[in-house]
């Protein structure tokens, strides 16, 4: 390997997203931040080996300098120098999100969740709909077209 191709190598990770519905991403990043359990997690090329929890949350994926964002629900990471493996329930880029439907789904399980009939195990169940929809919503806030941030204003003011 020549020295330039070293040198790019060490300034480059292969991150690896999958869920059981397909293969979300896979590639060489610059780094990567993540939303674990206790918090964001910033992986570089060369971080020592440890696997963690995932939970919903806005991932930051930069390849060659361009900053990227998705959004991850709950699963776990292996994280090594060389390579990040994240197997997720679920991951979508902004552009996938249908803004009706994830607010929608907000809303169902707020309804949920408020029903005083619920049991424990039902309302744990609603609040991490909640949460699952609430990062769509935020990822479509923030980094969603113009259109989908419009049908959200709309949605969210009727």
Not at 32 to 50: K, N, R, T
Request: net charge positive; charged share 25%.
């Amino acid at each position: 390997m020549s020295e330039t191709n070293e040198k790019k190598a060490a300034k480059t990770m292969m991150l690896e997203v999958v869920t059981p519905y397909h293969h979300f991403f896979e590639g060489k990043v610059d780094y990567v931040v993540l939303s674990a359990l206790d918090g964001e997690l910033g992986i570089l090329p060369g971080h020592a080996p440890v696997v963690v929890a995932i939970a919903p949350g806005i991932v930051h994926i930069v390849v060659n300098g361009v900053k990227r964002y998705a959004v991850m629900m709950e699963g776990y990471a292996e994280i090594g120098p060389y390579m990040t493996v994240v197997v997720c329930n679920a991951a979508e880029w902004p552009e996938d999100i249908d803004a009706k439907r994830a607010q929608s789904a907000y809303e169902r399980a707020l309804r949920r969740y408020r029903d005083e009939t619920l049991n424990s195990r039902e309302r744990i169940f609603a609040r991490h709909s909640m949460r699952r929809a609430k990062m769509r919503l935020k990822l479509v806030s923030e980094y969603g077209s113009e259109e989908q941030k419009n049908i959200l204003k709309i949605m969210q003011s009727i």
